[in-house]
């Protein structure tokens, strides 16, 4: 069965500083991999999301992931925070076979931007 | 285009009353998933379509909860005898038949049973 897991439930960085998320995943074949951005008192937001090809991808507002398959992690990352990357992370990845439309999500990670 | 959208945004009941929470996807997704996020916690899976049968059904809580799908379009989830731990924002998303492709998020339903 497929899992994901998000280090960490709260990270605070400060702004202009490394914003590092974590994520791994378990799956017997290789999956797609998405993260999702929650702003308060809102739905959620595709940033990025990995399919096939280029491992590193690019996402919206500066994010990006990279897909490790040696390590089974897809960790989101931006070089320098922002007040307004204040918000919840969800990483979540779905089967990647035909007919596999399931997706799993972490249970997310809050990300606290300090001034 | 227009998005998900769900109805109504907020809902206030009292315990034991039944609701019914209205998803519209985006026109032509076929696939189409609820959710549960309790405060401060994750998001749960509840239920997912495709057109208008449900394959996995394995996240609904319990037999008070109950789903449905018409027209590959609408969709409705009920809770019959609502209870204080139901409260919680209920997320509806709808993406097309590539699971490649990512899911389309309504603003969400928050229920507060009291």
């Known amino acids: 069965a497929q899992s994901v897991t998000q280090l960490g439930s709260h990270v605070s960085v400060s702004e202009g500083a490394l914003v590092l998320l974590r994520c791994n995943y378990s799956?017997?074949?290789?999956?797609?991999l998405f993260w999702y951005v929650q702003y308060p008192n809102q739905g959620l937001q595709l940033l990025l999301k990995?399919?096939?090809?280029?491992?590193l991808v690019k996402g919206i507002n500066g994010f990006e992931a990279e897909f490790k398959k040696s390590e089974t992690s897809f960790h989101l990352t931006k070089p320098s925070a922002h007040m307004s990357d204040a918000a919840e992370y969800f990483c979540a990845v779905n089967g990647g076979t035909s007919g596999t439309y399931k997706y799993i999500f972490g249970t997310g990670t809050r990300l606290k931007v300090l001034a | 285009g227009a998005g998900v959208s769900q109805s109504p945004s907020n809902k206030v009941t009292e315990k034991g009353k039944d609701v019914e929470l209205r998803c519209d996807p985006i026109?032509?997704?076929?696939?189409l998933y609820w959710y549960r996020q309790r405060l401060g916690q994750g998001l749960e899976f509840l239920i997912y379509f495709q057109g208008n049968s449900a394959p996995d059904k394995s996240g609904l809580p319990s037999d008070r909860f109950s789903a449905e799908r018409t027209g590959e379009s609408v969709s409705t989830l009920t809770i019959q005898r609502t209870q204080q731990e139901d409260s919680a924002v209920y997320l509806c998303?709808?993406?097309?038949?590539?699971?490649?492709?990512?899911?389309?998020f309504g603003p969400g339903t928050r229920l507060t049973v009291l």
């Open positions: 026109s032509g997704h076929t696939a």
């Open positions: 799956s017997s074949v290789p999956p797609y």
């Open positions: 990995y399919t096939t090809g280029a491992t």
């Open positions: 998303a709808s993406s097309t038949d590539q699971s490649r492709n990512e899911q389309f």
